[in-house]
């Protein structure tokens, strides 16, 4: 059986030259080529300049004369065998390259119709008038619109591809802010249940105190009761019998008698001391503890669920050269040994401060800043605007844009237009931060009583971020969410 390459080459032997397909009904010319009847004639049809001169050749140019087509029989016997070789050593090669109505291989392609022709299809009537194409030169149009969709859509994937990144980063940033507050939410209430748990203990152990005195002060009024009952029974049994002896015996010590009668005064004692009483009375004071605590546990439970924990570190390309920073940006001590510090525009040359690596542009952020002050050190926590001045003396102050609060040994001040002293109840160690940027509210409270300390209120119109300074050797601070 013959080689599908082998009968692909004779395939290739029996072409037209016209229409490049298979020859269909072959007929020789003059110089001895051979073309299909219909693409010879489709030929002869074509207007020419000098209609005197006799038609050439379309392979060779060689002059023939349009009257002397010879059917070849013979050729159109081979052409036959070969297609039935093609059909045996190519099975199901060829059968979406057949028209299904005619058998012929399809070679051309209507555009009016968007059909795929073969020679005996382009001839019909439907198609004469139709613009018909070979296939390989209507496709190539088509294979360039392709490639322009093609790359809109890849483009557009792309795209796409790039937003599901993008949301699905999101996704995870939501996903962990949820994890925080449930972590949130679960270390509150376990903080409530076991102050609660106490509560509810101390306040049980004073009832069951008060249970006790009470029980203890009616066994004792009782007993006192008991006495008293005794006597006048006695006093009063005496009288009846002095009232029933004779006269003589009746005088006798009379006057006595009477007078111990008569001076005889009831003691009147009370079940419950004025001391229980108002011990009694006072025990509701002793739920104002729990009272405040739930106060403070609603309002710290609102603030974690309603502001985002900074995790933010501090900035080195910022640091003044007496800040020994930590390895992981999260603590600073001041120093009076300069370190090797590169200057650059975003580093503070004069005043001994640094800036924490990102920003924010809006939303509620909060953080920690845990304070550790040798005598006589100070440290400032706060936000700043981007465009601070770095260089030179800093004027510390809201106008500047400069939002901050300076810790000293021994006493705290608010740094707005004038600096304001704070007064107390105790001097914080770790302050916390938190920053509303749409209302524009710079808020200072103390992290471990969460008793607040001091508001700005701003207008933020740029990015602001964390600020923070420190004097004092040994002096040192950290970071926390």
């Given at each position: 059986?013959?080689?599908?390459?082998?009968?692909?080459?004779?395939?290739?032997?029996?072409?037209?030259?016209?229409?490049?397909?298979?020859?269909?009904?072959?007929?020789?010319?003059?110089?001895?080529?051979?073309?299909?009847?219909?693409?010879?004639?489709?030929?002869?049809?074509?207007?020419?300049?000098?209609?005197?001169?006799?038609?050439?050749?379309?392979?060779?140019?060689?002059?023939?004369?349009?009257?002397?087509?010879?059917?070849?029989?013979?050729?159109?016997?081979?052409?036959?065998?070969?297609?039935?070789?093609?059909?045996?050593?190519?099975?199901?090669?060829?059968?979406?390259?057949?028209?299904?109505?005619?058998?012929?291989?399809?070679?051309?392609?209507?555009?009016?119709?968007?059909?795929?022709?073969?020679?005996?299809?382009?001839?019909?009537?439907?198609?004469?008038?139709?613009t018909?194409?070979?296939?390989e030169?209507?496709?190539?149009?088509?294979?360039?619109?392709?490639?322009?969709?093609?790359?809109?859509?890849?483009?557009?994937?792309?795209?796409?591809?790039?937003?599901?990144?993008r949301?699905?980063?999101?996704?995870?940033?939501?996903?962990?802010?949820?994890?925080?507050?449930?972590?949130?939410?679960?270390?509150e209430?376990?903080?409530?249940?076991?102050?609660?748990?106490?509560?509810?203990?101390?306040?049980?152990?004073?009832?069951?105190?008060?249970?006790?005195d009470?029980?203890?002060?009616?066994?004792?009024?009782?007993?006192?009761?008991?006495?008293?009952?005794?006597?006048?029974?006695?006093?009063?049994?005496?009288?009846?019998?002095?009232?029933?002896?004779?006269?003589?015996?009746?005088?006798?010590?009379?006057?006595?008698?009477?007078?111990?009668?008569?001076?005889?005064?009831?003691?009147?004692?009370?079940?419950?001391?004025?001391?229980?009483?108002q011990?009694?009375?006072?025990?509701?004071?002793?739920?104002l503890?729990?009272q405040?605590?739930?106060?403070?546990?609603?309002?710290?439970?609102?603030?974690?669920?309603?502001?985002?924990?900074?995790?933010?570190?501090?900035?080195?390309?910022?640091?003044?050269?007496?800040?020994?920073?930590?390895?992981?940006?999260?603590?600073?001590?001041?120093?009076?040994?300069?370190?090797?510090?590169?200057?650059?525009?975003?580093?503070?040359?004069?005043?001994?401060?640094?800036?924490?690596?990102?920003?924010?542009?809006?939303?509620?952020?909060?953080?920690?800043?845990?304070?550790?002050?040798?005598?006589?050190?100070?440290?400032?926590?706060?936000?700043?605007?981007?465009?601070?001045?770095?260089?030179?003396?800093?004027?510390?102050?809201?106008?500047?844009?400069?939002?901050?609060?300076?810790?000293?040994?021994?006493?705290?001040?608010?740094?707005?237009?004038?600096?304001?002293?704070?007064?107390?109840?105790?001097?914080?160690?770790?302050?916390?931060?938190?920053i509303?940027?749409?209302?524009?509210?710079?808020?200072?409270?103390?992290?471990?009583?969460?008793?607040?300390?001091?508001?700005?209120?701003?207008?933020?119109?740029?990015?602001?971020?964390?600020?923070?300074?420190?004097?004092?050797?040994?002096?040192?601070?950290s970071?926390?969410?």
């Open positions: 059986m013959a080689s599908a390459a082998s009968v692909i080459s004779l395939a290739d032997e029996v072409n037209c030259p016209i229409c490049q397909g298979t020859l269909r009904e072959p007929i020789t010319i003059d110089c001895g080529h051979n073309f299909c009847r219909s693409c010879l004639t489709r030929y002869l049809e074509i207007p020419v300049p000098d209609s005197e001169e006799p038609p050439t050749c379309p392979l060779c140019k060689e002059p023939f004369r349009p009257g002397s087509f010879r059917p070849n029989w013979q050729l159109a016997s081979v052409v036959e065998n070969i297609e039935r070789l093609k059909l045996v050593s190519l099975p199901g090669s060829g059968e979406e390259d057949v028209c299904r109505e005619h058998g012929e291989k399809v070679y051309f392609f209507c555009e009016d119709d968007e059909m795929q022709l073969c020679v005996v299809c382009r001839e019909a009537q439907e198609h004469r008038a139709h018909v194409r070979f296939l030169d209507a496709a190539s149009p088509y294979r360039k619109q392709i490639q322009k969709c093609l790359e809109c859509l890849r483009k557009e994937r792309e795209e796409i591809q790039g937003i599901q990144s949301e699905n980063e999101r996704i995870q940033v939501l996903l962990t802010q949820v994890a925080t507050k449930r972590q949130k939410v679960i270390s209430f376990e903080h409530l249940s076991q102050f609660l748990e106490e509560q509810q203990n101390i306040l049980l152990a004073q009832l069951e105190r008060l249970d006790e009470i029980l203890k002060q009616r066994d004792e009024f009782d007993v006192l009761i008991t006495e008293e009952i005794c006597r006048f029974s006695a006093l009063i049994a005496e009288l009846e019998e002095k009232k029933e002896r004779p006269a003589r015996e009746l005088l006798t010590d009379i006057r006595s008698t009477l007078i111990r009668s008569e001076t005889r005064k009831c003691r009147k004692p009370e079940a419950v001391s004025p001391e229980l009483g011990r009694i009375r006072d025990f509701p004071q002793q739920a503890p729990l405040r605590e739930m106060k403070t546990f609603l309002e710290t439970l609102c603030f974690e669920l309603d502001y985002e924990p900074a995790h933010i570190s501090l900035d080195p390309q910022t640091s003044h050269p007496k800040l020994l920073l930590s390895e992981d940006h999260k603590q600073a001590r001041f120093s009076y040994k300069w370190q090797n510090s590169p200057d650059n525009p975003q580093r503070f040359d004069r005043a001994t401060c640094v800036l924490a690596s990102s920003g924010f542009t809006g939303g509620r952020h909060t953080w920690v800043v845990n304070v550790d002050l040798v005598h006589g050190g100070s440290c400032t926590v706060g936000v700043v605007s981007e465009d601070m001045q770095r260089k030179g003396e800093l004027r510390l102050r809201p106008e500047e844009g400069v939002w901050a609060l300076r810790l000293a040994w021994g006493f705290v001040s608010a740094l707005g237009s004038f600096p304001t002293r704070l007064a107390l109840e105790e001097q914080p160690q770790k302050v916390r931060v938190s509303d940027y749409e209302v524009g509210w710079v808020t200072f409270a103390n992290a471990v009583t969460h008793t607040p300390i001091y508001t700005f209120t701003a207008s933020f119109t740029q990015k602001v971020f964390p600020f923070f300074g420190l004097w004092g050797r040994g002096s040192s601070f970071l926390s969410s």
